[in-house]
């Protein structure tokens, strides 16, 4: 097991649904290069992925980013209002559910801790 210093924010979503979750993406304004993306998330799984946000002024507004399939858009739900450049903690973000409209059911922790 890697044991180092973190040097960026790492989402953890957890997919707390009956079904697999495919193409969530994270984004934020002024992102530049490739869109850190989760590809598929199985029922009852955990999966984490880096953000870099180096470089960046100010605060910014990190999303969610997935395709809604009951009415076929790109939904862009709000996870984290205070990322800024110097930021790298652990944000969770936790799928309980979809609504009837198709938009994800979530729960995020801001200052998640990963017990080891």
């Known amino acids: 097991m890697f044991m180092g210093i973190q ?10 649904t009956n079904q697999t979750i495919e193409n969530l ?4 304004e002024g992102i530049q290069g490739k869109l850190p993306t989760i590809k598929k998330i199985k029922s009852g799984e ?16 990190l999303y969610l980013t997935y395709v809604n399939k009951k009415v076929r858009i790109t939904e862009n739900q709000e996870i984290f209002a205070e990322l ?6 652990n944000i969770l973000v936790e799928i309980k559910g ?3 409209d198709g938009r994800f059911e979530v729960n995020i922790n801001n200052n998640f801790d990963l017990k080891v």
């Open 25 to 28: 993406g994270f984004t934020f």
């Open 46 to 61: 955990r999966k984490s992925v880096s953000i870099y946000n180096k470089g960046y002024l100010g605060k910014r507004m």
């Open 98 to 100: 979809i609504k009837k």
């Open 84 to 89: 800024t450049d110097s930021f790298v903690g």
């Open 7 to 16: 040097i960026l924010p790492v989402v953890y979503v957890d997919n707390l």
